[in-house]
Each structure stands twice: as structure tokens, then as C-alpha cells.
């Protein structure tokens, strides 16, 4: 099974749903399918721009849309409940043994509390996910109603991840509407997600790279 069949297939679609149904009843940004495909196609430019094979940017793109799927169960080991609902997903594809680890691995390692970049595929799904900050992703508009984590994804009105091979640097440079969100409440939420993306930059033999309002911050 390829990616574009995993992107149709009712059981996927129907964890990454029920994910993103309950995050956005506690009142979570957007956790869609459009997220998980954001990151799936964003993982895969990562390793592509690098010449990494295409095998591995197959396998970027499925665990990149299938990161989330763990949501369904609980938000908390997100990333662990999702790495075991993936196997079983994947156990009945005619994706290889080593394959089907290698995307396993990567989906139960994404999340900063708990996880981090091991080899090239669980690094290029950190930098695509981890960059996923936009103000799309807020759901309620309603600026009164904001947490921080809305207020911190409604200020970045433009974000771009770029993949320097000859600098061998990957860098994230955003646009913040500081009248939104300083860049204190951004660092205060993102911190710990940047020096993840920092990491998982190391793994591809690239210095990770963040800038906003065209200055340089890590």
C-alpha cells in the first residue's frame, strides 16, 4: 500500500476525524486530515530536497499522515497510542516488516514531551509537523476566546520552511503579528518544539535555522 491509498482509506480517515473531533471539543487547533496532509507532503519535501531516495520520502509522507491518528484515543501519548494503531493500520498492507517499523518508530516519537528524531524519516516528520504553525489553524476566530496556544497560531501570518542543501540548513522564517502574540509567548509554547526541529536537523546533517520578522532567532 502507498501513501495515496493510505489517503483513502476509511479507517484512516475515520481516526484522523474522530481525532480532530475531540481535540477541537477541548478546544485544540486544527488537527485534520489537511494538517496530516500538510505534513505528509512538507516531510517529504524535506528529504527530497536533500536527495534522499524516494523510498524514504514514501515513507515520510505515511507517517507523516498518519502521525495524528493517536489522537482518537487520548491526547495525552498521542504519539505512542498512534504508533500502535499505525502497526496494526500497516499489518495488513504489503508494506515490508522494516518499512512498516521504520514508520511505527517515527509516528511514536514525534511529540516533544516524550519523543525525538532517530533516523532520517522521524526527523523530516518533526520538521514538517513542528513548522505547521498558522493562523488557519485556529478554529474559533473570536479573538476574546483565545488561549495562548490560539493567540501564538493566529499571529504567524506567514510561515515558510525552507531546505538549503548546499548551506546544508533548514530554516523556518515567520511573519508574527506581534500585536497578537509577543515573541515571549511564542518561545513560552514553542521552545521546547524548536530545539526538537533543532535535533531532527542534526539527523540530516543540517543546522536548523528560525527567524521572525526577518530577524534571526535560533
Same mark, same amino acid.
Given at each position: 500500500?502507498?501513501?495515496?491509498?493510505?489517503?483513502?482509506?476509511?479507517? @484512516?480517515?475515520? /481516526?484522523?476525524?474522530?481525532?480532530?473531533?475531540?481535540?477541537?471539543?477541548?478546544?485544540?487547533?486544527?488537527?485534520?486530515?489537511?494538517?496530516?496532509?500538510?505534513?505528509?507532503?512538507?516531510?517529504?519535501?524535506?528529504?527530497?530536497?536533500?536527495? /534522499? *531516495?524516494?523510498?524514504?520520502? &514514501?515513507?515520510?509522507? #505515511?507517517?507523516? %499522515?498518519?502521525?495524528?491518528? =493517536?489522537?482518537? @484515543?487520548?491526547?495525552?501519548?498521542?504519539? &505512542?497510542?498512534?504508533?500502535? $494503531?499505525?502497526?496494526?493500520?500497516? +499489518?495488513?498492507?504489503?508494506? *515490508?516488516?522494516?518499512?512498516?517499523?521504520?514508520?511505527?518508530?517515527?509516528? =511514536?516519537?514525534?511529540?516533544?514531551?516524550?519523543?525525538?528524531?532517530?533516523?532520517? !524519516?522521524?526527523?523530516?516528520? #518533526? %520538521?514538517?509537523? +513542528?513548522?505547521?504553525?498558522?493562523?488557519?489553524?485556529?478554529?474559533?476566530?473570536?479573538?476574546?476566546?483565545?488561549?495562548?496556544?490560539?493567540? @501564538?497560531? /493566529?499571529?504567524?501570518?506567514?510561515?515558510?520552511?525552507?531546505?538549503?542543501?548546499? +548551506?546544508?540548513? #533548514?530554516?523556518?522564517?515567520?511573519?508574527?503579528?506581534?500585536?497578537?502574540?509577543?515573541?515571549?509567548?511564542?518561545?513560552?509554547?514553542? %521552545?521546547?518544539?524548536?530545539?526538537?526541529?533543532?535535533?531532527?536537523? &542534526?539527523?540530516?546533517?543540517?543546522?536548523?535555522?528560525?527567524?521572525?520578522? =526577518?530577524?534571526? !532567532? $535560533?
Amino acid at each position: 500500500m502507498n501513501y495515496l491509498e493510505l489517503c483513502e482509506n476509511k479507517e @484512516v480517515l475515520a /481516526y484522523l476525524r474522530k481525532g480532530d473531533e475531540y481535540l477541537g471539543a477541548l478546544g485544540y487547533t486544527d488537527h485534520s486530515e489537511a494538517h496530516c496532509a500538510l505534513v505528509a507532503e512538507r516531510a517529504a519535501y524535506v528529504l527530497k530536497k536533500l536527495d /534522499y *531516495p524516494e523510498h524514504d520520502i &514514501e515513507l515520510a509522507r #505515511i507517517a507523516g %499522515l498518519l502521525h495524528d491518528i =493517536g489522537n482518537a @484515543v487520548n491526547r495525552n501519548h498521542h504519539a &505512542e497510542f498512534g504508533a500502535l $494503531l499505525a502497526n496494526d493500520l500497516l +499489518k495488513e498492507t504489503d508494506l *515490508p516488516l522494516a518499512d512498516r517499523v521504520t514508520v511505527v518508530s517515527a509516528i =511514536g516519537n514525534h511529540d516533544e514531551s516524550t519523543g525525538g528524531a532517530t533516523d532520517v !524519516i522521524s526527523a523530516a516528520l #518533526i %520538521l514538517a509537523d +513542528k513548522s505547521d504553525v498558522r493562523r488557519n489553524r485556529v478554529r474559533n476566530k473570536e479573538r476574546s476566546a483565545f488561549d495562548i496556544h490560539d493567540r @501564538v497560531n /493566529y499571529a504567524v501570518t506567514k510561515t515558510k520552511l525552507k531546505v538549503g542543501k548546499e +548551506k546544508k540548513t #533548514i530554516a523556518l522564517n515567520l511573519q508574527v503579528d506581534e500585536s497578537i502574540c509577543t515573541m515571549y509567548e511564542y518561545f513560552d509554547i514553542f %521552545l521546547g518544539r524548536m530545539l526538537l526541529c533543532r535535533g531532527a536537523a &542534526e539527523i540530516l546533517g543540517t543546522r536548523f535555522k528560525l527567524t521572525a520578522n =526577518g530577524s534571526k !532567532i $535560533l
